[in-house]
């Protein structure tokens, strides 16, 4: 029996070692877990700081043409704007963590060995520093978009080196993207300074045609100009590239759905004068100085505002938009257009048109910062193109008498229209022919009449949004009589678009502070 004890009790000592080393085994695996864990997890969330603010600086810096310390030397071009990004990234970067890739007389070692496999598809521009291909900074094409991987750091483990793990591999990666604000939606008109001090002013489809009524026929200083804008390429906006000085209906059509589809600065920001034509489609520098235009535009102002483009896939500007729309194929989807009401056109365009007129944007206090009650006349609400005018009269005259306005006339929600944008103020009045001038500033603008097959003083159609249709055929189409019908109908052709010119301090703060012209209308977002 006492052998018996004696062979059971050393077999228990046997299995209590065991049970020890193994315990210890794993209180090291969890004191490797929670100590050299908790130093990898604290150096990673570090690494990601650093990512995402070199991504910013990447996109910012790319955008500039600032000298630099020889890192960029014999670069131009694309190459030039994603080296001048990767310089100030590597820099942030390095002083975000440190100094931990300090590196005298060019880059650190690390950032060339560094690769990015996961680097997206659209990330198609890699940087060069210092004559090193660094892969793991890059852009899009159109420098809209950066994407900064961090060359990977082993951590080294205390607790982890008894379990096999010597190190532990940490790295972080940002991407960041240029967002163009809405109201950087600026359409390819322009007006000189006289036409700018304009309550409504007017846009010719042919050069040659003579309107014989207002504003149509008023002085040539206040009314718009075409401005041929170059497209130099927006993945977001979906435009093709499309540089040089001929014009082209195209790229006349495609800027007036979507609007410019680059940044577009006034002529006194630094770093100057930078034409449009010869910056295509390179992002470095918001450009300042554009070209205008004349002659005849009919079909482009068909396609842009009605008929839609086929190629990229974009439906006209006009066309109803939202959630009262039949369709939303073609829309512009980074718009978020919104029509309040629209109207009906039978058999020919696949949506209704917007019918939204200005005055539905008029904040109802707003009445009592206008000269003589305008904006409510006689205690009711606009209702015609003759009181929404005497409403931004009232409202300029009030400003004149009293100072600066306290109160919005127009509420935020007219951003979502399809009908407002930005239109440049250039720095002498558009003349005939082709000329180049620079953006002194920008103003708000509200697409509002279309004149159809005019002559003299008649048209066959007189169309505003919010009113009865005049002209001697101004009744859309019916499926039982498509002997008149509009717009574009037959030979209905479109000869001439007016619009509401407004003053910035008109719209609600939260707009006039992102307004093309001031700062943060273009602004810099980590993506998801």
Known sequence: MRRLYRELNQSERGVTAILVAASMAILIGFTAIAIDGGAAFDDRRQQQSAADVGSLAALQFARTGITTDGACTGLSGD??????????????????????????GGVHPDWVACTDPNKPAEYTVTATLYGETIDCISFTDNFR????????TDIA?????????????????????????KSADVLPFAVGPSG???????????????????PCNGPAEGNFGYLDLSLYGNSTLGTPVMCGNAFSTTKFAVNIVVGSDHPLEEQWRLPGIVDDFTNCNNFANPVDQVRTWTGNAANALEDGLFNGISTPSLEGRLL??????????????WADF???SCQAVLNTFPEELDDTPLWEFIIPGANAEVEGGACVPGG??????????????????????????????FSLDILSSPRFAAIPVLDNNPSTGVGAYTIESFVPAYLETIYL????FSCNLVYSPGVASSGSCPTPLTDTDTSCGWPGFGNKVLEAVTAYVLNVDMLDPALQKSFPGRPGTVVYNLLD
């Open 157 to 181: 483990t205390t607790f982890g080196k008894f379990l096999g793990r010597d190190s532990i591999a940490v790295s972080a990666a940002s991407e960041a993207g240029l967002d163009m604000q």
């Open 320 to 333: 109803c938009k939202g959630s009262l729309s039949s369709s939303t194929s073609g829309e512009p989807s």
């Open 338 to 340: 919104e029509s309040s």
């Open 145 to 152: 978009q950066a994407r900064v991987r961090l060359p990977t």
């Open 380 to 409: 009711n609400p606009v209702t015609s193109r003759a009181q929404m005018v005497a409403c931004l009269d009232g409202w300029n005259d009030w400003a004149t008498n009293n100072g600066p306005h306290t109160l919005s006339l």
């Open 79 to 104: 190459a030039y704007t994603a080296c001048r990004g990767a310089e100030e990234a590597v820099e942030v970067i390095n002083d975000t963590l440190g100094g931990r890739f300090s590196y005298s």
């Open 453 to 456: 097959n005019c002559a003299g």
């Open 196 to 214: 700018a001090g304009s309550a409504i002013a007017c846009l010719f489809a042919n050069a040659a045609v003579t309107l014989n009524f207002p």
